[in-house]
T-cell receptor, first 112, second 115 residues
């Protein structure tokens, strides 16, 4: 499978900090880049998504930054809270029919 | 809607036994996906269906794995015979599209342990 490389594997921040999770891809045909959030014992849930025609998208405290030339995108969580502690997955797919390919995930812990 | 429903939530079986995982997708979703999650490999796509037809099964590890979707409201993933390396959390997801708007709705998963 074509890869989506995610880093870091784990991240610890204090409440109010701004954790940043990065992803890189190789396939230039990818045109949809979502982030999923997973809590223990649950399935991943869509958090926010971006298309390559924009460089940034914000939804509440969550922001995706997209750099098409570098083939990278990142998730920023503003004013992080203990309730944001979860595993975050980046993913990518193509409009032409490729199912979502996920990164390996980042376990975020926000301490109070 | 109750979301994507998977059963069982947990399964412990002995090596060599047959295991069947079940999934009920969200009504109206034309796409159904089976993923496997492990610490080492993350979330891997095993197979996906469109309108009950398998489209991409390139992620199925080997012939011991098979998946069916006899109708729009039910799918199974079968492992026969099971091996300890099959231990993982298996997720079913459904969506309106394969890779664009709307996102995938995942079930809560089946945690499979093969001893």
């Amino acid at each position: 499978q074509q890869q989506v490389k995610q880093s870091p594997q784990s991240l610890i921040v204090q409440k109010g900090g701004i954790p940043i999770i990065n992803c890189a891809y190789e396939n230039t045909a990818f045109d949809y880049f979502p982030w999923y959030q997973q809590f223990p014992g649950k399935g991943p849930a869509l958090l926010i998504a971006i298309r390559p025609d924009v460089s940034e998208k914000k939804e509440g405290r969550f922001t995706i930054s997209f750099n098409k030339s570098a083939k990278q995108f990142s998730l920023h969580i503003m004013d992080s809270q203990p309730g944001d502690s979860a595993t975050y997955f980046c993913a990518a797919s193509t409009r032409g029919g490729t199912a979502l390919i996920f990164g390996k995930g980042t376990t975020l812990s926000v301490s109070s | 809607d109750a979301g994507v429903i998977q059963s069982p939530r947990h399964e412990v079986t002995e090596m060599g036994q047959e295991v069947t995982l079940r999934c009920k997708p969200i009504s109206g979703h034309d796409y159904l996906f089976w993923y496997r999650q492990t610490m080492m490999r993350g979330l891997e796509l095993l197979i996906y269906f469109n309108n009950n037809v398998p489209i991409d099964d390139s992620g199925m590890p080997e012939d011991r794995f098979s998946a069916k979707m006899p109708n729009a409201s039910f799918s199974t993933l079968k492992i026969q015979p099971s091996e300890p390396r099959d231990s993982a959390v298996y997720f079913c997801a459904s969506s309106l599209s394969v890779g664009t708007v709307g996102g995938y709705t995942f079930g809560s998963g089946t945690r499979l342990t093969v001893v």
